[in-house]
């Protein structure tokens, strides 16, 4: 009976796990039931590595609970972080189209849940239903924009408004003047390519001016909106 139940229970977990992702969540429910049994369900430990630089890409991994890290290793050896995965989110799409390694490294920032799916059976589901390549790459255009935008931001900005735009931008990400950092100043210092030192000053600098409030660990009030905006 136990057992019964414990399948079901993993069924309704891959089911709303399918559910959560763009590219499928516009999908019939008994074709997202079909999806979701084609998946695997893997689990982490905070800190403990998903993949590395290097290895195999052969699978789709889309996290259902926790947050994962995307980042890579200069040659120097300094981390840069690509992203942040949240419940929804997913890496490994380039493996379905073609056999290729992993060029970043995917950590758990915390307990994390994923459900996993290889290329050969998402492939078959590609072919049966070719809207999901539309949104694959409705995807793929979304990511490069972010990309591009942000190389433009660590070549062009001064880190002074690199921050401002980040807090805008989480504000209008968030609907909401009270945000929550997805991630800690080091990563967040990593990701707009400067030192968590810098981040923390710049924020002091910021309340001083009273365009923000730092409420707590990692909460924050825009206050002016448009100063940020106009640095």
Known sequence: MCGHSDHRDKEEMQ???????????HLQLDVMKEIASTTQSSHYERNQEIFGAGENSDSLYI??????????LSESGKEQLIRILDPGDFI???????ESVHENYAVALEKTELCVMKRS?????????????FKIMEEFSRRLGQAEKQVSSLTSEATEKRIATYLVELAEGQQAALITLPMTKKDLASYLGTTPETVSRKLTEFQEQHWIEQVGQGIIRIINKDALSAL
């Open 63 to 72: 996290v259902h609970r926790g947050k994962v890290k995307v980042y890579r």
């Open 15 to 25: 089911q709303l796990c399918i559910s959560l992702v763009p590219i499928f969540n």
């Open 92 to 98: 490994g799409e380039q493996a379905l189209f073609t």
């Open 121 to 133: 059976e998402l492939q078959a589901l590609l072919l049966q239903y070719p809207m999901i390549s």
